[in-house]
């Protein structure tokens, strides 16, 4: 069997201004970065297009630490859709480094589903990390550099912007800085996050456009003046040259698939950290230009699926026609109780209890009013039995579920899928309901989705989440919506909750401000915005020869 780089590496790759005709845009108009991958002038994007086309969200179940497939259904998905006749465009989100690098070894989808070229895509594609990386760190060091030099009244101990890196570094989440004299700063307490949970990526995906995103930028709260007053990064003037940095970053990513379906790729927030879903730019973009647009949101339905709905959705005004809830046997036996180890093997009493977990999703589709379809992504280890199971409980929920071989098949193994999408995209006639109203107190937002979306029974905040919240308050931005930082693992904020965990307490340890985004940050848990390698990263396994071949990505 042939790994994803050996198939990516047999495909034929078309020249990218191909893929823009092919979609109806003149190929003078991309902005070609090389010969397979290119840029997208926002210009393209055209309000009266988009609302003609039809938008489907591709979210999961609870996931394995392995994931689910969810980009690769996405993809395989799109491909069935363009094979039945529906010109389709999938939009997704841009890999982070510390994934490919540490437990995921690749994230551009699997098998005869994949976006390419796998390895630009994985690996520096055309920038828009370091972009973002760069911008984030010029305000940390205009704000040192504003500390040093005493040019506003800033207490550096209230500061609260840290830098990034797009990497997995435990050992940079609290570091010192300003050590070693008068000449090298001023000593104080900061860290590390990784890129996809900086404020200006949630930001870039959040703007509609380049003069949006600066002002968005400018709204970034820093700190306080020692007299207690707020400092945003407009009071620096950071945010002008921070958005001259983005000012191609901000342009989505024209790529395609391994069958040539058009593929936009932008921004990429992590879900159990900030709101897991790609630019509302790219996915604007793919829907001026689409008869259907598939798109994904990170992780399981309760956190980038709501996060699609209450934040994106809320600010952009984007509503699905159609959710389609990825679910695999392998998953469902490990939620029943199954071992990481034994998954791929028969378990029909495992899955059956591991099957309230599929209802629990299920359940919240249904609370946000949308038209869900269950897609069954396919495992060779699957059998008939477990199938059948499956499809009886989305069934006895009044739910069409499809399987779908994306991986082995491509676009052939979704036609199925893709009938069926259609069938419910033409049917549905409502738009999404939101979990909650932005102008509710933060404690009664938490506790919408806690209580009806995760199943806890109670919220439970610690002394610095409550000074956090009267903080919040006294600033003005308690209407802002909240995207809740949890463990991808659980529904509920323990990763050893698996199955649908009941009458448990979700913790709030703290509460960030992301008011450049537009959103608050409630951190659950023991979730970390700078996660860590595992004992054996994928990183010991990738290479290249002396002809820049790579090989180690999956």
């Not at 994985?122 to 760069?134: C, R, S, V, W, Y």
């Not at 979704?414 to 419910?424: I, M």
């Not at 903080?471 to 931005?477: M, N, R, V, Y």
């Not at 960030?512 to 985004?517: D, Y």
Request: proline share 5%; charged share 25%; glycine share 8%.
């Amino acid at each position: 069997m042939k790994t994803d780089i050996e198939i990516a590496k047999n495909t034929k790759v078309r020249p990218i201004e191909e893929i823009a005709q092919n979609m109806g845009i003149d190929k003078n108009q991309v902005i070609p970065f090389g010969k397979d991958k290119a840029k997208l002038p926002l210009s393209l994007i055209d309000a009266n297009k988009a609302k003609n086309s039809n938008l489907i969200l591709v979210s999961a179940i609870s996931p394995t630490p392995a994931g689910e497939g969810k980009t690769t259904m996405s993809i395989g998905l799109s491909q069935g859709l363009n094979r039945i006749g529906k010109k389709t465009t999938v939009v997704l989100r841009e890999p982070s480094l510390g994934p490919v690098f540490g437990i995921k070894g690749g994230a551009t989808g699997g098998g005869h589903s994949q976006v390419m070229p796998m390895e630009d895509i994985n690996l520096h594609f055309t920038g828009d990390f370091a972009a973002i990386e760069k911008a984030h760190n010029l305000l940390a060091a205009i704000i040192d550099n504003a500390i040093h030099h005493r040019k506003i009244d800033l207490d550096p101990r209230t500061v609260v912007w840290k830098r990034v890196m797009d990497m997995n570094d435990r050992s940079l989440r609290r570091t010192i800085v300003g050590l070693g004299g008068h000449t090298s700063g001023v000593p104080r307490e900061t860290g590390y996050d990784i890129t996809a949970a900086s404020e200006v990526m949630a930001t870039l995906c959040l703007a509609d456009d380049l003069m949006d995103l600066k002002k968005r930028m400018g709204n970034i709260f820093i700190g306080y003046s020692h007299s207690k007053e707020p400092v945003y990064a407009q009071d620096l003037n950071a945010h002008g040259a921070m958005a001259a940095l983005l000012k191609d970053a901000v342009k989505p990513n024209l790529v395609q698939t391994t069958e040539n379906t058009p593929a936009i790729i932008h921004g990429g927030p992590f879900a159990n950290i900030a709101q897991g879903t790609n630019s509302v730019i790219a996915t604007r973009m793919g829907m001026s230009w689409s008869d259907y647009t598939v798109t994904e949101a990170g992780f399981g339905f309760d956190l980038g699926a709501e996060k699609f709905f209450d934040i994106k959705g809320g600010y952009s005004g984007l509503s699905p026609k159609a959710v389609v809830l990825v679910a695999t046997a392998r998953a469902l036996k490990y939620h029943g109780g199954a071992s990481i180890e034994d998954i791929n093997q028969p378990n029909p009493e495992a899955l059956k209890k591991g099957l309230e977990n599929l209802e629990k999703h299920i359940e919240n589709m249904n609370a946000f009013n949308i038209c869900p379809v269950v897609a069954i992504n396919k495992f060779t280890s699957d059998t008939q039995e477990e199938i059948d199971l499956i499809k009886g409980k989305a069934k006895e929920m009044n739910v069409d579920a499809v399987e779908a071989d994306v991986w082995a098949e491509g676009g052939k193994g979704a036609e199925q899928l893709a009938e069926t999408v259609v069938k419910v995209a033409e049917q549905c006639t409502s738009r999404y309901t939101p979990m909650y109203d932005w102008q509710w107190d933060v404690p009664t937002k938490v506790e919408s989705i806690a209580t009806k979306i995760y199943g806890a029974k109670a919220i439970d905040y610690t002394t610095k989440a409550k000074a956090d919240l009267k903080k919040i308050k006294k600033l003005g931005l308690d209407k802002l919506p909240v995207c809740i930082a949890k463990t991808q693992n659980s529904l509920s904020d323990n990763p050893k909750l698996l199955g649908r965990p009941k009458d448990f307490v979700v913790t709030v340890r703290e509460i960030e401000i992301a008011s450049g985004a537009g959103f608050l940050t409630p951190i659950t848990g023991k979730i970390m915005r700078m996660p860590g390698l595992p004992s054996s990263p994928s990183a010991e396994n990738i290479d290249v020869d002396a002809e820049g071949n790579i090989s180690g990505l999956f």
